[in-house]
Structures are given as structure tokens and as C-alpha cells.
């Protein structure tokens, strides 16, 4: 997915990096991004480790919608 990324961005979440990866829409499209953890998703993350992946998920996605002239929207479930 990377070669044809329109965005690849990592940040650090405590002991964990997290690496978000998201293809160039297709004009009219809905797109979606992807979110990797190295070495292994964590199971349970506190207060100050959610923080920071928030921080770098919306960075990331800001960057995004910027670059690509798009309204990005994140529903957290």
C-alpha cells in the first residue's frame, strides 16, 4: 500500500510505533486509512499512550486533508 500511498505517517505511542498508511482517493469516492502497530497492537493503552496516538492520528490526518483538499472525519468505536 505504501508505493501508492498518498500519506504515510508514523509517531511513537509509548514502547509502540504506529504507522498510518492511507491510498490517494478516487475523486468522488470514499477513502480509508489504515493504522499499523509495530511490534504488536497493544492490548491496553492508558491515559497519556491514547493521548499521544490521538495527537499523531489527527496530525497525520490534518496533514491528509490538507495535502489532498479533502474533509477527513475519525468515529472512534
Known sequence: MAESAA???QWRVGAFT???TMARPMRGKAGA???EWHPHVPTDLDDDQLKQYRAG???ALADL???LGVRIGVAEL
Do not use: F, G, Q
Request: proline share 0%; aromatic share 0%; hydrophobic share 60%.
Open 7 to 9: 500519506l504515510v505517517r
Open 18 to 20: 504506529a504507522t498510518l
Open 33 to 35: 486509512a489504515v493504522i
Open 57 to 59: 492520528r489527527d496530525a
Open 65 to 67: 486533508a490538507s495535502r
